[in-house]
């Protein structure tokens, strides 16, 4: 009996073991994620980026579960490799924890999700990229700029002119043609180096710039046959008080700041030479001595768009600029103790459709020592007579020469216009031709041009300019009175950057001023006028 009982308790104990140990595995087990409906996912499938013990959302098909292990640390949005595939597509949320290095585990997913299709493609969570806000990177101490080696503070550029000239018409009566800008323009046409250029600058620091320009086609002043010697024509530095470059003092030979054209590189002009009324003031347009300049950051900027955009500007002159300089021209001697001195105040201007104008006054007073020669006055007299006044005659301590100038230029944009006028008293052969006396003086030039430009064929500038001048022409040997009345027309061809054709036609009224002597062959009467016609070509390398 008793064993009847021990057995009957022997066999409830082992059902009751075998009914319980199923209900309490399951008890031990999570729950099941919640499962809702997830909307069809866009983003491209992304890196994982690991960013701590998170949440995993995934989104998968309904297919045999499975468990899956992504790498460590990581909160990711994953999907079925193959995509979305139906309506019937689950959103799993559920909590993970790390196993091991490089891998998490993933509770048992819903029934019919296939783990294998699951795809990372978001990972991040709001707390790691809180975490990442609040911590942000420390900046980067700049690294401090290489200084340059001396050779590379250099650069070097240049250009040269050929020019030849044909009188197509002469008056009857008038003497032989000549130009003040141009010795190829006589009896005997040639062809000529007009200029030959070679251009040395550098940064040497933030407060030194320096420049040099030496020219190789320079003629013999007095002579008639020697041409193409070295001369220089600019070297100086410019003193930048602070890096910005708003303030300078430019010390050594350059181009003295009276007059827009003058200022103009012979590179970026349109006409072949220079307008006389301006041009007679300084010879070679430049002279020895300190200028101080004064030019905004913002001037500077539109100073150089101009270049850059190809307006054939001026350069940088300053918005204003005051100096002091020898007087007599550059590779001139100076001939007494007195100096010039020399304002300009210009000012561009930008519209808000782009265009570009400038305007400018500009004037200077000194006194000037005038070169005499010999001549027959009027063309009458015996012997020849060197004018009084003249340094040869012992009036070394010269004449007073002022002049004042004004300025407007509208940028070819692609329409352009120019124009120069001066008036002023200084030092002019008498009529008699026999002193040099104080007298009035003008003129001026006003010009039209347009730019065309071309996909294949390069830039074309036409061009038409008038011009007057009345008055003495100072640089050149007894200060002769000048009388120019010209148009010139023509077309500037920029075929390349390094490589430009100008053709030119003048009509010209204007004074020869090479002094005769009594040897002359055709008449002894200097200083005639020269009425007639000009053809004119150059071409232009820049290197």
């Given amino acids: 009996m008793h064993r009847l009982r021990f057995s009957l308790w022997l066999g409830l104990l082992i059902s009751a073991n075998a009914f319980c140990a199923p209900l309490a595995a399951q008890s031990r087990m999570p729950a099941k994620p919640a499962v809702t409906s997830a909307p069809r996912p866009s983003a491209p499938v992304t890196d994982l980026q690991p960013a701590g013990t998170a949440s995993v959302r995934t989104v998968a098909t309904q297919r045999p579960s499975a468990t899956d292990n992504v790498p460590e640390d990581a909160s990711a949005m994953i999907r079925t490799a193959g995509g979305i595939a139906s309506d019937a597509d689950l959103l799993v949320q559920t909590d993970v924890v790390p196993t091991t290095a490089g891998a998490i585990e993933l509770p048992p997913l819903a029934p019919g999700v296939e783990s294998s299709s699951l795809q990372i493609i978001s990972s991040q969570t709001p707390a790691a990229a809180a975490e990442a806000e609040e911590k942000p990177e420390p900046p980067k ?12 503070k250099y650069k070097m550029r240049g250009y040269a002119q050929f020019r030849i000239n044909h009188t197509t018409d002469h008056e009857d009566g008038t003497a032989v043609a000549q130009h003040a800008g141009d010795s190829s323009v006589g009896a005997r046409d040639s062809f000529l180096i007009r200029r030959a250029r070679l251009i040395f600058q550098a940064d ?30 600019d070297w100086y530095g410019d003193l930048y008080v602070d890096t910005d470059k708003v303030h300078r003092f430019r010390v050594g030979q350059s181009k003295v700041p009276f007059g827009w054209e003058n200022l103009q590189s012979s590179s970026n002009r349109v006409p072949l030479d220079r307008d006389d009324a301006f041009n007679s003031a300084t010879r070679n347009e430049r002279d020895l001595g300190v200028f101080y300049y004064w030019t905004p950051v913002e001037a500077q900027e539109l100073f150089d768009k101009l270049n850059e955009e190809g307006l054939k500007p001026s350069g940088n002159y300053g918005i204003f600029g005051i100096g002091v300089h020898n007087g007599q021209g550059g590779s001139f001697r100076e001939e007494n103790d007195n100096v010039h001195l020399v304002s300009r105040l210009t000012w561009p201007w930008e519209f808000e459709n782009g265009q570009i104008i400038e305007t400018s006054v500009q004037g200077y007073t000194g006194e000037y020592v005038v070169l005499g020669s010999p001549i027959r006055p009027l063309g009458a007299g015996a012997v020849d007579v060197t004018p009084l006044g003249t340094r040869e005659r012992g009036q070394v301590d010269g004449h007073l020469d002022q002049r004042i100038g004004g300025t407007f230029v509208w940028y070819p944009q692609p329409l352009g216009f120019q124009a120069e006028w001066l008036v002023g008293r200084g030092p002019e052969l008498n009529d008699a031709q026999t002193a040099i006396e104080r007298d009035f003086l003008q003129g001026g030039y006003a010009m039209l041009l347009y730019r065309i430009q071309t996909d294949n064929c390069g830039d074309f500038f036409p061009f038409a300019r008038w011009q007057y ?11 002769p009175h000048a009388q120019v009345k010209e148009l010139d027309a023509g077309l500037e061809w920029q075929i390349r950057k390094e490589v430009e054709l100008t053709l030119s036609y003048s009509w010209t009224e204007r004074t020869n001023l090479d002094a005769i002597s009594s040897s002359a062959a055709v008449s002894r009467k200097s200083y005639r006028l020269f009425d007639g016609q000009l053809l004119r070509l150059q071409c232009q390398i820049n290197y």
């Fill in 204 to 233: 040497i620091t933030d407060h030194l710039f320096v420049y040099l320009q030496p020219d190789f086609a320079s003629g013999v002043p007095g002579s008639t046959d020697a041409i193409q010697f070295a001369q220089i024509r």
């Fill in 141 to 152: 101490e700049p690294e401090k700029p290489k200084e340059k080696a001396w050779y590379e």
């Fill in 469 to 479: 001048f009345d008055g003495g022409y100072r640089s050149f040997r007894n200060a």
